[in-house]
């Protein structure tokens, strides 16, 4: 299953719940605290709702498509990427150099 990079930001003072739904039964619910930023993954297709609690009871605030919330991640540096593949037993340090 492929997955999407993502990341939430609760930028309101109330603390929410964030829900994320999506295909092959896959779910996520997590608090986020006001001010957090969450990060997360998820499958591309998924949804995710904010919710909150009011005087009513459950108050749902936002409802976004993972999409919207996907993240880009840089791709490695060469270096990393020798030190990623190499076992500690073949690594040289003055390939790091």
């Given at each position: 299953m492929t997955v999407l990079a993502c990341s939430y930001r609760n930028s309101s003072s109330r603390m929410v719940i964030m829900r994320c739904v999506g295909p092959n039964e896959f779910f996520l619910e997590r608090v986020v605290f006001p001010f957090e930023l969450l990060s997360f993954e998820c499958p591309p297709t998924s949804e995710v709702k904010v919710w909150t609690h009011g005087l009513g009871g459950p108050e749902l605030l936002e409802t976004l498509q993972a999409e919207e919330l996907g993240i880009d991640i840089p791709a490695a540096s060469p270096q990393v990427d020798l030190l990623?593949?190499?076992?500690?037993?073949?690594?040289?340090?003055?390939?790091?150099?």
């Open positions: 990623q593949s190499a076992s500690p037993w073949e690594f040289s340090w003055s390939d790091a150099v």
